[in-house]
């Protein structure tokens, strides 16, 4: 395992979080109903196995844009004084790839959050940009990492993080031939860290405290979009063995390089992937239920944004405090997987 976080003398603090989820919330038997493939014969099945109750959907005037603008904002309301000090921007999502879905209907040409962002709801043009696109699951992770790098800089003083994800048109496409698709929903997470030097927040004890990733080409097939552009591919139990041993290595290399048991962290808080995914992980690490947050059965896995997402409505509901150290493992398409300690 690589990437080890070199101690700095600046660490990058959990400012903020906010959340969007859609306003339709789509039950088992009306995704059967929707869903343009033959999958209703295995329901009984999959309920069984996922324990899925209900998932988020965009609505015709919501998409990633909608979702992405307002978990921003969100953000921004707990703190109004971070507007300003924002200098990066970085936004994660697979579904606004141009030959998926475009985050405004009106503007299919316009695939790039970042912009619309710094824009539209910051009201600055003194920022940078970026969008991340093809990490998948492991978006938040992927996000999380590189903006560790862009806060060393000393010209940047905080970065913001929103994950947006739309999944739920490829949930039911008539090409698709996953049942993976049963847990997908759409959501969207934002984080802004805020640099600040080590020492000042050495007494709190909150902030990004090492990261670590990982990409296994070979299991580039096991997951992927299907060929036009509105399905998935996913290849069963090899998919979710890889997803989980991505997960389980991540997750113990940050364990052991920080000299950390699993009682020493408060929280496991993973992708919000399918309930047998996140049972093996938490039984190969040993990991207590009762520390582990997990809510995808009630708001679907929507890839990158779930662990955003998830992070902000466990703030909101006084599940996470300050000073909860937190382990976040993620892997998907790829293989691409990687984890996050912080302490919130």
């Not at 969100?74 to 990066?88: F, N, Y």
């Not at 520390?291 to 944004?305: M, N, P, Q």
Request: aromatic share 6%.
């Amino acid at each position: 395992m690589v990437n080890a976080r070199c101690v700095s003398p600046h660490v990058a603090e959990f400012a903020a979080t906010g959340h969007a989820y859609p306003k339709e919330s789509v039950e088992n038997d009306d995704f059967f109903t929707r869903a343009r493939y033959p999958v209703a014969s295995e329901g009984a099945r999959l309920v069984r196995s996922t324990r899925m109750r209900r998932r988020y959907w965009c609505g015709p005037e919501e998409n990633t844009w909608t979702l992405a603008r307002t978990a921003v904002e969100r953000a921004l309301e707990t703190a109004p004084g971070l507007r300003s000090e924002i200098d990066v921007v970085l936004a994660v999502s697979s579904t606004t790839i141009p030959y998926l879905y475009p985050p405004e209907a009106h503007r299919p040409g316009n695939a790039d959050l970042s912009a619309l962002i710094i824009r539209d709801v910051l009201d600055r043009e003194d920022c940078i940009g970026l969008d991340l696109k093809s990490c998948a699951c492991a978006g938040f992770v992927r996000a999380v990492q590189v903006m560790d790098g862009l806060l060393h800089d000393p010209n940047h003083r905080a970065g913001l993080i929103v994950c947006a994800e739309q999944t739920s048109r490829l949930a039911v496409a008539e090409s698709n031939r996953s049942t993976f698709g049963f847990i997908l929903g759409d959501a969207a997470g934002a984080v802004v860290l805020r640099r600040t030097d080590r020492r000042d927040v050495e007494g709190v004890g909150h902030g990004l405290l090492d990261h670590t990733g990982q990409l296994a080409p070979a299991g580039l097939d096991l997951i992927r979009f299907g060929d036009d552009g509105r399905s998935l591919v996913m290849r069963g139990e090899r998919a979710g063995e890889a997803i989980r041993h991505a997960m389980v290595s991540s997750a113990r290399e940050l364990l052991r390089r920080n000299d950390l048991a699993v009682g020493d962290v408060d929280w496991l808080l993973p992708i919000q992937a399918h309930l047998e995914i996140i049972q093996g992980l938490g039984d190969e690490l040993r990991w207590p239920s009762e520390k582990v947050l997990w809510s995808g059965d009630v708001t679907g896995f929507s890839g990158s944004a779930s662990i955003p997402a998830a992070l902000s409505d466990y703030v909101g509901r006084g599940v996470v405090r300050r000073g909860d150290l937190i382990l976040s493992p993620a892997a998907g398409a790829g293989i691409n997987g990687g984890a996050a300690l912080y302490r919130y």
